[in-house]
């Protein structure tokens, strides 16, 4: 029988100041409580040895019985804290593929740019945490500088997104595309994808690019006044802006910026675990449990419909 570590703790954003989310949290997680999606039962698929998948796994992680997991955990409705527990689409998707694979998935809490560094160092398994699957992080490059910086990273891709320029409701800024960013305050989530995109925008005056360490916090910048904007993945910033204020604080600006996959992280060296993953996503978009768990975040057209391996460009 499996149980749902965490119940004595708040959510992270609670109990860490800005700036400081280095707080590593275990939590155990597969398929259980009151999160799992509707339509897919926590006891579905076996554990351990009945699992249908547990033979694909490699040895260390069969005699462990766990797969760690290094995420950011306050980028809803990805993932996030509700309860004093692990929620959202990257949650509940390793609670599915946990029971494909007969492994509990315990996630540690970290900011995002330290989480390929964790894994680097073997404090994880893998990193789940809406991480664009990119050729730099493949190759284990920094994106500024084109230069070496760790091992390479392989990428089962399992969702696709963009990034979205969200505002203060109302668009007093008028702002229409990243162009209109030139020469603006810009609150973003440091190491992220949407960092790299504002740092890459040609503008005659530089974007002012503030980094934080949690989107929670670019966000607050935001709705502040201190920035004109906030980039960030869709699903993030649309959950935002349905949900902050009752739908009242902020909107989302334009189409989706260069939508590209997400994917879970496992070193380049631990094909095995990789290859495990990759089959238990792919059965569990044959079978369905896939799909309710985006149906159940509201986030079903990112879906896909097989597991690729460095799809990312």
Not at 18 to 45: N, R, Y
Not at 79 to 94: K, W
Not at 163 to 186: F, H
Not at 284 to 312: C, E, F, P, Q
């Amino acid at each position: 029988m499996t149980t749902c570590a965490g119940g004595g703790f708040t959510a992270m954003k609670h109990l860490a100041p800005l700036g400081a989310m280095t707080v590593a949290v275990a939590l155990a997680l597969t398929g259980c409580g009151d999160d799992s999606p509707k339509g897919v039962s926590p006891s579905a698929s076996g554990t351990g040895t009945a699992a249908p998948l547990y033979d694909e796994l490699p040895a260390p992680v069969k005699k462990a019985g766990v797969i760690k997991v290094g995420s950011d955990m306050l980028y809803p409705p990805m993932e996030f804290i509700r309860n004093g527990r692990p929620t959202g689409v990257d949650p509940d998707l390793a609670a599915v593929l946990g029971r494909q694979l007969g492994v509990r998935f315990q996630f540690a809490n970290s900011a995002f740019d330290t989480l390929l560094t964790g894994l680097r160092a073997k404090q994880y398994d893998v990193v789940m945490s809406a991480m664009t699957d990119t050729k730099d992080r493949q190759q284990g490059l920094d994106p500024s500088t084109g230069e070496k910086i760790g091992e390479n990273i392989d990428f089962v891709d399992y969702f696709t997104a963009g990034s979205s320029i969200m505002v203060k409701k109302g668009n007093p800024e008028g702002i229409k595309s990243l162009a209109d960013l030139c020469g603006k305050k810009v609150a973003v989530q440091s190491g992220s994808t949407a960092y790299d995109l504002l740092q890459a925008q040609k503008c005659d005056e530089p974007i002012d690019i503030e980094a934080y360490d949690t989107h929670d916090e670019a966000q607050a910048r935001l709705e502040s006044g201190g920035a004109v904007a906030d980039v960030a993945d869709y699903p993030t910033v649309a959950y935002a802006a349905k949900t902050a204020g009752g739908g009242e604080d902020f909107e989302v600006i334009g189409e989706q910026i260069g939508p590209g996959p997400y994917g879970i992280a496992v070193l380049g060296s631990d094909a095995g675990l990789r290859d495990a993953l990759q089959a238990a996503l792919d059965a569990a978009i044959r079978d369905g449990s896939y799909g309710k768990v985006l149906d159940k975040w509201n986030v079903s057209d990112g879906a896909v419909t097989d597991a690729k391996i460095n799809s990312g460009t």
